[in-house]
């Protein structure tokens, strides 16, 4: 089989790969890893959603596979390093979900600004405009590009850090975004935007040594990672009102359970990635991963079979040869 779909694409999408490759799609295969397991034995490509693990354990079961594709949300349910030594390559759009991502953060920035009181030069408890705001980026996504032209639009000053970046590179100027350093930008925000991409070594960067210093009253608003956050220092900015509010739109499970730092936390938003899922984002991120897959199953055609089947009732067309004693 050239390719398994367990995650629902659009019916246009579905009928454009039906044409081309051999298709099973059995979205159902979602809700049993062991029935999805046994399904991947001759798969030569994939398409999973981000409930589905694929580790090294699911690449065991797939000798041929050589291209996994995710249509929605990020990798973290796939093993890349086991995909890079299996020979599999991960298929992403980086840039589909760019301008649903911007309006999502524009929206939720409105919204905390607005809902979140502070206490004006008279006394008086008052929302905020974005357009007076400095807001800093924190990671600079394909979604930095286009939320720095809409905060653009509001008059808003913009400044940004991203550890991959140097300073000096060109990106910042190409995008009209001003480099700071973490704590410069989280002491001058008044609003932060986080979507750094998530790795290891990332772990809780939004902690004890970042945190104390964000500009009183600020909001944070976040399409990356949890992790990237410590629980505990962002509980005490939260519980101290340094931080106004921040609205997380991923929490990894478990993390409001009673007894933890989040829990009860009354000026925390939580939202289930929602960020990158529009109509018109789908649609785009499907389009670009299925058609680098037709690329790759074109490229690497499938291998005929080395065997025939030896089944008593079927004939078997072997060369004729002299027979041996």
């Given at each position: 089989?050239?390719?398994?779909?367990?995650?629902?694409?659009?019916?246009?999408?579905?009928?454009?790969?039906?044409?081309?490759?051999?298709?099973?799609?059995?979205?159902?295969?979602?809700?049993?890893?062991?029935?999805?397991?046994?399904?991947?034995?001759?798969?030569?490509?994939?398409?999973?959603?981000?409930?589905?693990?694929?580790?090294?354990?699911?690449?065991?079961?797939?000798?041929?596979?050589?291209?996994?594709?995710?249509?929605?949300?990020?990798?973290?349910?796939?093993?890349?390093?086991?995909?890079?030594?299996?020979?599999?390559?991960?298929?992403?759009?980086?840039?589909?979900?760019?301008?649903?991502?911007?309006?999502?953060?524009?929206?939720?920035?409105?919204?905390?600004?607005?809902?979140?009181?502070?206490?004006?030069?008279?006394?008086?408890?008052?929302?905020?405009?974005?357009?007076?705001?400095?807001?800093?980026?924190?990671?600079?996504?394909?979604?930095?590009?286009?939320?720095?032209?809409?905060?653009?639009?509001?008059?808003?000053?913009?400044?940004g850090y991203d550890p991959s970046l140097h300073r000096s590179d060109p990106v910042w100027e190409r995008w009209r975004v001003k480099p700071m350093g973490l704590r410069e930008l989280l002491e001058a925000s008044d609003a932060v935007c986080v979507q750094l991409s998530y790795f290891s070594?990332?772990?809780?960067?939004?902690?004890?040594?970042?945190?104390?210093?964000?500009?009183?009253?600020?909001?944070?608003?976040?399409?990356?990672?949890?992790?990237?956050?410590?629980?505990?220092?962002?509980?005490?900015?939260?519980?101290?009102?340094?931080?106004?509010?921040?609205?997380?739109?991923?929490?990894?499970?478990?993390?409001?359970?009673?007894?933890?730092?989040?829990?009860?936390?009354?000026?925390?938003?939580?939202?289930?990635?929602?960020?990158?899922?529009?109509?018109?984002?789908?649609?785009?991120?499907?389009?670009?991963?299925?058609?680098?897959?037709?690329?790759?199953?074109?490229?690497?055609?499938?291998?005929?079979?080395?065997?025939?089947?030896?089944?008593?009732?079927?004939?078997?067309?072997?060369?004729?040869?002299?027979?041996?004693?």
């Amino acid at each position: 089989m050239d390719l398994l779909i367990v995650e629902p694409l659009e019916d246009e999408v579905t009928q454009w790969l039906g044409a081309r490759h051999s298709v099973r799609y059995a979205p159902e295969l979602a809700r049993d890893p062991r029935a999805f397991r046994q399904a991947l034995y001759n798969v030569r490509a994939l398409i999973v959603p981000p409930s589905v693990s694929l580790d090294s354990q699911a690449l065991h079961y797939a000798p041929v596979l050589r291209a996994v594709g995710r249509v929605s949300a990020g990798a973290e349910n796939i093993d890349l390093d086991a995909c890079t030594r299996a020979g599999v390559e991960v298929v992403r759009s980086m840039t589909a979900t760019a301008q649903a991502e911007a309006e999502f953060m524009i929206g939720a920035l409105l919204s905390l600004l607005r809902r979140v009181p502070v206490v004006g030069s008279d006394g008086m408890l008052v929302g905020r405009e974005l357009g007076s705001c400095t807001v800093g980026l924190i990671g600079l996504a394909p979604s930095a590009r286009t939320l720095a032209q809409l905060l653009a639009g509001f008059g808003s000053t913009v400044m940004g850090y991203d550890p991959s970046l140097h300073r000096s590179d060109p990106v910042w100027e190409r995008w009209r975004v001003k480099p700071m350093g973490l704590r410069e930008l989280l002491e001058a925000s008044d609003a932060v935007c986080v979507q750094l991409s998530y790795f290891s070594r990332y772990h809780g960067l939004l902690g004890d040594r970042f945190l104390p210093f964000c500009k009183p009253d600020q909001v944070i608003v976040s399409i990356a990672h949890s992790g990237l956050f410590d629980e505990r220092a962002l509980a005490e900015a939260l519980g101290s009102g340094r931080v106004a509010a921040a609205w997380l739109d991923s929490l990894e499970p478990g993390a409001l359970d009673e007894g933890r730092p989040l829990a009860a936390m009354d000026t925390l938003q939580i939202t289930p990635r929602v960020a990158s899922t529009t109509r018109e984002s789908r649609l785009r991120s499907a389009w670009a991963v299925v058609r680098r897959i037709d690329e790759l199953l074109a490229m690497t055609p499938a291998a005929p079979a080395d065997f025939k089947s030896t089944s008593p009732d079927v004939a078997l067309d072997l060369e004729v040869g002299p027979v041996s004693p």
